[in-house]
């Protein structure tokens, strides 16, 4: 088990730089594929060791992530939105609570106002959505 432990860790900091990489508009299909590989082999391992609700998690991740490579990008909100997921399952495979609000891909694709006010999004990313003075300059403080 503390193996799983060390190497998810590993698969987590690949699939968290693969997305800051693609955030940064660096090569998609390259980075797509590390942050799946990630994803899939943490599912994978999650089964063998009977963590079902990390596999459920992690699954569903995938799921919306794979069906995303026809677009040949990711907005900054699914983008974080991923993350929020890696941070979740970060979560469950050290034991602690959880709660990550999964999307269909219609609501994914479909609405960028409602990802970014979900659960799943730090508040200071749901703050971008609402309306603000911009004048003055915004500071956002995002504690990780």
Not at 125 to 137: P, T
């Amino acid at each position: 088990m503390e193996d799983f432990k060390i190497e998810a860790a590993e698969m987590f900091a690949i699939a968290e730089d693969g997305l800051l990489n693609i955030d940064k508009g660096l090569d998609f299909i390259s980075n797509y594929n590390l942050v799946f590989r990630s994803f899939h082999s943490v599912k994978g391992a999650a089964g063998m060791f009977d963590m079902e609700e990390l596999q459920s998690h992690m699954h569903r991740l995938e799921t919306l992530f794979e069906a995303q490579k026809k677009n040949g990008k990711l907005k900054k909100h699914q983008i974080d939105y991923f993350l929020k997921g890696v941070d979740s399952a970060k979560m469950l495979i050290a034991g602690d609570p959880c709660k990550f609000e999964h999307m269909s891909l219609e609501k994914f694709n479909a609405d960028e106002v409602a990802i970014e006010n979900s659960s799943a999004i730090p508040k200071a990313e749901a703050a971008k959505a609402s309306k603000v003075d911009r004048k003055h300059g915004v500071v956002f403080i995002i504690d990780d």
